[in-house]
């Protein structure tokens, strides 16, 4: 009887501890990013440029495509989800030069806010970049 109590004192403090470990994971909330985000770019001559990407995600890996000016295709790199951090990149041939845009924003719910950053061999800008999930249409 004497080990009797103290193997109960441990056995209950592993159960208290794994039932609050449970507890913390079901307050964690789930990010996903999944589906088809729009945004506008303002570009010289105070035109607005309408861009989208459409993700899919596979735990911490994120891939699927960006549509950029008139609805051009280009694969998304490097794609990942830490926590609410989403990261990616594109590279984009225009008019013969190679372009690397970076992606890095804050989900937060519907809405993506960070910046995106433009490369090539002689330069680099970034600006700010808000991007809204579409809602999915009902499926009938």
Request: with cysteine; glycine share 10%; proline share 1%.
């Amino acid at each position: 009887m004497r080990y009797f109590t103290p193997i109960c004192v441990c056995f209950a403090m592993l159960l208290c501890g794994s039932v609050r470990a449970a507890d913390e994971k079901k307050d964690e909330k789930k990010i996903y990013v999944t589906g088809t985000w729009k945004w506008t770019l303002q570009i010289q001559g105070g035109d607005e440029l309408a861009l989208s990407a459409k993700l899919k995600q596979d735990g911490e890996k994120v891939t699927g495509t960006y549509y950029g000016r008139n609805n051009t295709e280009s694969e998304i790199k490097e794609g990942k989800l830490k926590g609410n951090q989403l990261s990616f990149k594109v590279v984009r041939d225009i008019n013969g030069a190679q372009i690397t845009l970076t992606f890095n924003g804050k989900v937060d719910g519907d809405t993506v806010t960070g910046t995106m950053e433009f490369k090539n061999e002689d330069q680099s800008n970034s600006m700010e970049w808000k991007a809204k999930r579409e809602k999915e249409a009902p499926k009938k």
